[in-house]
């Protein structure tokens, strides 16, 4: 049993957590106050008001209702608010009437029956009651006990918002700003939130907010934005206090603060805010702002992975395949980027590709792997795409199709993706799936190769050392086959094994053939290792010896400098 001052409006069922239409769920009474002389003892005063109220008395039946629906003064009953509300209700009276309609419309204490709670409310509304107003404009909206219609909506939210209802002027800002059966109106939309907003409203100040940070209707303004943000965030609208926790982070109105970024991404995670949660796991996890702390992390990723939050289960999922904070598992690690990876989330489904064509946590399952490239592909994601080209090209996890292979690579090699761009040399250079075109293989490889992609500076290379597409200079090709090879690239040690043995663009020199060859066959190139062993029986003990060591040698340099 709750003591505390009685009101007129004493409980909110339902509190505005997004930009949508809500119910004004106020249980409305009179001030206890106004009818009792100052000082009155509260259980004479309470039994005076159940005795007018057993006479007859509707807003006495209607006050007794309120009481007992929010347990002040007495225990919470809903049986007993639902009595006392039907006959103030019966009675005639307006606020007993929307009570009712209420208790009809969200089934507290009684089975949902919107279109009871569509009588109720409606008469009230008749008798204008600005709450019942408010509410049966919603019904409208949503079509909940009546037939939807946004016209009958606006008529009943305009003579809501004619009282002041707080409700009624946030849910047309909403109706304005979508356009939702008006021309979309952006100015009347922040006319009506700063109504709303100026009673309280957290919900409106945190849309205000929103339209100053989104340019909807006024010029950019971070710094207004922040303004609008705090006043919601304090009250603890979990929303503006991850907005305003961004600002602090980004400095975006504000002077960056990884300190008071920390400490509205924690309010907002304490209150069960999931995205919030996941950002918190997200900076415990990188040591932005504050120091590295992994057991931290694994706790608000939990959290808000437990929610659903795709970020968090992809980045929980990522600590368990790479064993941060706690022993890999790959098991584990597969059944979160699933989830995440079901619900779109392009790293989960990049990650859960990944495991599956490795065999990792499960039986490798190139199909599976596809499947999930193709989805984070169609998304957008330049890696995937990239992956798609080499799957269609290699007939892994798909039928091999070139002129799938091409179409995928061309669209990560147009967002600069290097290997992408190669692989899109190899089908121009190969004719597969696309017309055998020498320059335009030229132009993908040098746009790679610049970038110093190692299979590109090979295949340019080729380019040069056969005149495909590019006027023959064996020099160059020599210079970009040593480029790839410093990169441990094997065919590139391989074909500057074939050069030097044919002294093409280099002095022919057999030994110095053995040691490139002898490379490239540490990194299992067959081709290589055959001719590794062809010219051994041509070269003497102490050649291939001394070939062996400067291998060697080579190696531990890291292939730079080397013969």
């Known amino acids: 049993m709750k003591h505390i001052l009685l009101a007129a409006s004493v409980l909110m069922l339902l509190q505005s957590a997004c930009a949508q239409a809500r119910p004004d769920n106020t249980i409305s009474g009179i001030d206890f106050q106004k009818i009792l002389p100052k000082n009155e003892n509260r259980e004479n005063a309470l039994k005076a008001l159940r005795s007018s109220a057993e006479k007859g008395n509707a807003r006495a039946q209607n006050s007794l209702g309120s009481l007992y629906f929010a347990g002040e003064e007495v225990d919470q009953d809903y049986a007993e608010a639902f009595k006392w509300f039907n006959m103030a209700a019966s009675a005639g009276d307006a606020l007993g009437q929307s009570n009712l309609g209420l208790m009809y419309l969200n089934g507290n204490g009684v089975p949902v029956d919107v279109t009871l709670a569509a009588k109720w409310i409606k008469e009230a509304a008749a008798q204008g009651n600005a709450s019942a107003q408010a509410n049966l404009g919603m019904m409208f909206v949503e079509g909940r006990g009546v037939e939807k219609n946004v016209n009958y909506a606006l008529t009943w939210y305009r003579k809501a918002a004619a009282q002041k209802n707080v409700v009624a002027y946030f849910s047309l800002a909403n109706l304005y700003r979508d356009g939702t059966g008006v021309r979309q109106d952006y100015a009347e939309a922040m006319r009506n939130y700063k109504l709303a907003a100026e009673q309280g409203h957290a919900e409106a100040q945190y849309q205000i907010g929103l339209m100053h940070k989104q340019a909807l209707g006024v010029r950019q303004n971070f710094g207004e934005a922040v303004t609008w943000f ?278 022919r020199d057999a030994a110095v053939a053995y040691m490139w060859f002898a490379l490239a066959a540490q990194s299992s190139h067959t081709d290589a290792l055959k001719n590794k062993n062809r010219l051994a029986k041509k070269l003497n003990r102490q050649q291939t010896t001394k070939a062996d060591a400067q291998a060697k040698e080579c190696r531990q340099n890291s292939y730079a400098n080397c013969a």
């Open 230 to 507: 705090r006043l919601a965030a304090e009250q603890s609208h979990a929303q503006a206090q991850m907005a305003l926790a961004y600002a602090y982070a980004k400095g975006l109105g504000v002077i960056k603060d990884d300190e008071d970024a920390l400490r509205w991404y924690r309010l907002a995670a304490t209150s069960g805010n999931a995205a919030a949660q996941s950002n918190l796991g997200r900076i415990y996890a990188t040591g932005v702002g504050v120091a590295e702390n992994l057991t931290e992390a694994l706790k608000w990723y939990r959290l808000a992975a437990a929610k659903g939050d795709t970020l968090a289960q992809a980045s929980l999922g990522a600590m368990y395949e790479q064993g941060r904070g706690l022993p890999a598992n790959d098991a584990e690690a597969l059944k979160l980027y699933r989830l995440a990876a079901a619900k779109g989330n392009v790293s989960a489904q990049i990650n859960l590709a990944g495991m599956l064509m490795e065999g990792r946590g499960q039986a490798r399952d190139e199909a599976e792997a596809f499947k999930w490239y193709l989805a984070a592909g169609e998304q957008g994601n330049t890696q995937a795409q990239y992956n798609l080209g080499l799957m269609y090209a290699q007939g892994r996890g798909a039928s091999q199709d070139f002129a799938e292979a091409v179409k995928w690579s061309r669209l990560a090699a147009d967002k600069n993706h290097a290997g992408a761009q190669n692989s899109l040399g190899l089908r121009y250079a190969n004719g597969q799936g696309i017309k055998q075109d020498y320059e335009a293989a030229v132009k993908w490889f040098r746009r790679a190769a610049e970038q110093d992609n190692a299979a590109a500076q090979n295949n340019l290379a080729l380019r040069y050392s056969r005149g495909e597409g590019v006027a023959a200079d064996q020099v160059q090709a020599i210079k970009l086959f040593k480029q790839a090879a410093a990169k441990a690239d094997a065919d590139a040690m391989f074909n500057l094994g074939l050069a030097h043995e044919a002294g093409q663009g280099v002095k």
